[in-house]
């Protein structure tokens, strides 16, 4: 039975079942969930970052990216919802879309079993409860040989996200949170944001084990780790984005990525 806290957003909106949803899905992450839980005939729109599973999202019309949304392509796809995320999409841009669609299902996931909430969330909103619970599941299968792994001792990792500026993540985001789950730290800088921009001072460089370097969105690779650890003498790793940052349906792979990292 559903229950009124499985179908309340992020936003604190409670939303009634709908099993005929049209939907629009702005999150990437989301939109693999979607598709998994058995909605993508129901998918009239996503992003062009909304790329898993590659099967199925290649007939959903795209809509523009994340940010940059076409709204005039929206309006005329008549979508009944639109799943969007408090990290990734713009709130003007979403107050805009909330004129025409009816329903805006705000989701903010923050920490690896946030994703069972999230689940629940889309299964009640769009009428498919029994397969939320078996995915739900699924993540607690995994999520418990996570925690029964061998760990290493705890570790001040920066996990950087860009550069040109160079930016990485604070504890507040749900990549620290997976980080966390292996006994990665992050330090704690200057820019107190979410998202904070650093240099590579001597006193940060002194204050961290290693660099993790995300594969996105910043495209980052293994010749770029070894050019930074050259130049800072500390382990730089290259580390998959997707596993480390997409909830919904790829946080499962997401949990059995960080028991080979933890490993390492």
Known sequence: ????????????????????????????SITELLCDLGLAAQLVGRTGFCIHPAELVKSIPKVGGTKDVNIEKIRKLAPTHLVVNIDENEKPTVDLLAQFVPHIVVTHPNAPRDNLALARLMGAVFGVEAAAERWCTQFEAEYALLQAAPKGPPQTMLYCIWQDPWMAVSSETYIARMMAQIGWNVPQLAD??????????????????????????????????????????????LVDGEMMSWYGSRSVLGLHYLRTLANN
């Not at 944001?193 to 650093?198: E, N, T, V």
């Not at 940060?204 to 690779?221: H, N, Q």
Request: hydrophobic share 40%.
């Open 1 to 28: 039975m559903t229950s009124n806290t499985d179908s309340t957003d992020a936003a604190g909106v409670f939303h009634q079942r709908d099993s005929a949803a049209r939907i629009v899905c702005l999150v990437p």
């Open 192 to 237: 107190s944001s979410r998202y904070p921009k650093f240099a590579w001072t001597p006193e940060l460089v002194a204050g961290i084990d290693g660099v993790l370097l995300s594969t996105e969105p910043y495209r980052f690779t293994e010749a770029h780790a070894d050019a930074l650890e050259q130049q800072i003498g500390k382990p730089v790793h």
